[in-house]
T-cell receptor, first 114, second 115 residues
């Protein structure tokens, strides 16, 4: 079974530029998550999708971050404009529906904002 | 609201020694608890999870954790450390209510293994 795929793996941009990340979850997984992991901290949820609907985006900075999951499969996360404090690893995870289901994580995209 | 606290941001053990990584949780409802491992430049991999069945949970790579409700703890142990265990370990609790389904992570504990 293929794992969660993410691209790009690394990205360096200047502040005020825009950037987009892509995630392809494990086939058949209805739930998709985007987490932000700042250096030295645990991952923090940004947004959670159930199929193509948003379940929780309470911690997403909506003035600059946006995310979509068209057709309930792939997802993109966009930052526009980026700030220095957005430097982090952005992790995508997917799971089957259910509270005890395991979340499987992709390798992440490491973003550096200069 | 749910939360987890990991005691010790860095733990160092000798190869062959006991590994003990501490995690305490706060939850107003019966918790679902998880331990994940993260190797450098990689995503997180599930080690084990507690879902209200047996209180002693066995995971991959020889790790296990014991759920202790009276102590609100879910410490991770391994009897004998191996060099390949060097990584960062995260304890997490499943969110409820508006954040139902997502994971709330601790700050992580970096494990070093000395030869």
């Amino acid at each position: 079974e293929a794992g969660v795929a993410q691209s790009p793996r690394y990205k360096i941009i200047e502040k005020r530029q825009s950037v987009a990340f892509w995630c392809n979850p494990i086939s058949g997984h209805a739930t998709l998550y985007w987490y932000q992991q700042i250096l030295g901290q645990g991952p923090k949820l940004l947004i959670q999708f159930q199929n193509n609907g948003v379940v929780d985006d309470s911690q997403l900075p909506k003035d600059r971050f946006s995310a979509e999951r068209l057709k309930g499969v792939d997802s993109t996360l966009k930052i526009q404009p980026a700030k220095l404090e957005d430097s982090a690893v952005y992790l995508c995870a997917s799971s089957r529906q259910g509270l005890v289901e395991t979340q499987y994580f992709g390798p992440g995209t490491r973003l550096l904002v200069l | 609201a749910q939360s987890v606290t990991q005691l010790g941001s860095h733990v160092s053990v000798s190869e062959g020694a006991l590994v003990l990584l501490r995690c305490n949780y706060s939850s107003s409802v019966p918790p679902y608890l998880f331990w994940y491992v993260q190797y450098p430049n990689q995503g997180l991999q599930l080690l084990l999870k507690y879902t209200s069945a047996a209180t002693l949970v066995k995971g991959i790579n020889g790790f296990e954790a014991e759920f202790k409700k009276s102590e609100t703890s879910f410490h991770l142990t391994k009897p004998s450390a191996h060099m390949s265990d060097a990584a960062e370990y995260f304890c997490a609790v499943r969110g409820y209510g508006g954040s139902q389904g997502n994971l709330i992570f601790g700050k992580g504990t970096k494990l070093s293994v000395k030869p």
